[in-house]
């Protein structure tokens, strides 16, 4: 139905930038959010941000004022402009695209990102 393909993580130090990427491809729904979350070791996964069709953000606390989401409709891409980046943003980040309406999740497989000197 739907695949969701990340890129752009790998290793970076702390205070560093990274831009994900999360390419979709197969269904389109017609209302829909596409969004970020990561998961830490021994953590529970959380919400990074979060996007609708419509092009209105969400994003966790922690996040807000370092991170940043947005879309290329033309390309079925979001991204997560990442700045500012911490050790505690170690995680593997995953992209996520839920159909308003129809009760469907989609999950990509994740990327690692690694905030180390």
């Known amino acids: 139905q739907v695949q969701l393909v990340e890129s752009g993580g790998g290793l970076v130090q702390p205070g560093g930038s990274l831009r994900l990427s999360c390419a979709a491809s197969g269904s389109i729904f017609r209302l829909y959010v596409m969004g970020w979350y990561r998961q830490a070791p021994g953590k529970q996964r959380e919400l990074v941000a979060t996007?609708?069709?419509?092009?209105?953000?969400n994003y966790a606390d922690s996040m807000k004022g370092r991170f940043t989401i947005s879309r290329d409709n033309a390309k079925n891409t979001v991204y997560l402009q990442m700045n500012s980046l911490k050790p505690e943003d170690t995680a593997v980040y995953y992209c996520n695209l839920r159909a308003v309406g129809v009760g469907l999740d989609y999950w990509g497989q994740g990327t690692q990102v690694t905030v180390s000197s």
């Open positions: 996007i609708t069709s419509g092009g209105s953000t």
